[in-house]
């Protein structure tokens, strides 16, 4: 992934808990020069100690039912994202520009044995009912019908080998700037503004301190 390096943090840790917040990734495989993408909820591993990421999927899609064992797969995760206007600025002059926050996960996939699906299917549903007033339970289905619907679906895990982070939260802006820019988002009534804002708030942006190296000054030389 493409980042400068004021939005770069390759950290397992951040990742993971960014993971948490936006579970819904899309995973990219590729074979025989082919590419393609599956958008799917995924669960870590271990929430306490994570590795890696388990999901489950239709036993019909193509891309995963018959990927061996090992194949390299990359899953995105993306965060918020919203339009940054320039008439948010205070400090100085610049361009619009786009924040967002994004998790790139490359890993090696696996198949998981059809007895570990319940688990999977288990704990998806727990994760995402969690928060309801009256969480649904996967065992309030008759077993044979479980069994039966589980027959179109299998479960895998990819084990984590390399993680990029990228988190562009206005780092490369002034301070008087970030504070105004968060203001701004804040004061917003579109969730995806007020959603980048809590995401500077949890980053604790403070903003530059030295030029920026998104500035093509700081890499191009002046112009001439």
């Known amino acids: 992934m493409y980042r400068a390096d004021e939005f770069r943090d390759d950290s397992s840790g951040r990742a993971y808990a960014h993971i948490l917040r936006y579970p819904f990734g899309i995973v990219v495989t590729g074979r025989g020069g082919n590419l393609d993408a599956t958008h799917l909820p995924f669960l870590l591993d271990d929430e306490r100690s994570p590795s890696g990421l388990l999901g489950h999927c239709a036993r019909r899609n193509a891309s995963l039912a018959t ?50 699906l319940y688990s999977i299917l288990e704990r998806t549903v727990d994760q995402f009912e969690r928060t309801r007033n009256e969480p649904w339970q996967l065992s309030s289905l008759p077993e044979p019908l479980i069994g039966s619907l589980s027959r179109g679906v299998i479960g895998f895990g990819i084990e984590t080998t390399r993680i990029e982070g990228g988190y562009k939260l206005s780092q490369d802006k002034l301070a008087a700037d970030v504070e105004s820019v968060k203001f701004g988002l804040r004061a917003s009534h579109v969730p995806r503004d007020q959603a980048v804002a809590d995401e500077m708030h949890r980053a604790e942006i403070r903003g530059r301190s030295s030029r920026p190296t998104t500035d093509p000054d700081s890499w191009l030389g002046p112009p001439r």
């Not at 400090?91 to 520009?97: S, Y």
Request: no cysteine; proline share 10%.
């Open 67 to 116: 990927l061996p064992d090992g194949e390299e797969v990359l899953v995105i995760f993306a965060g918020p994202d919203t339009y940054i206007s320039p008439t948010l600025y205070r400090a100085e002059e610049d361009v619009p520009t786009w924040n967002y926050s994004a998790v790139h996960v490359y890993g090696r996939y696996f198949r998981l044995e059809q007895p570990d």
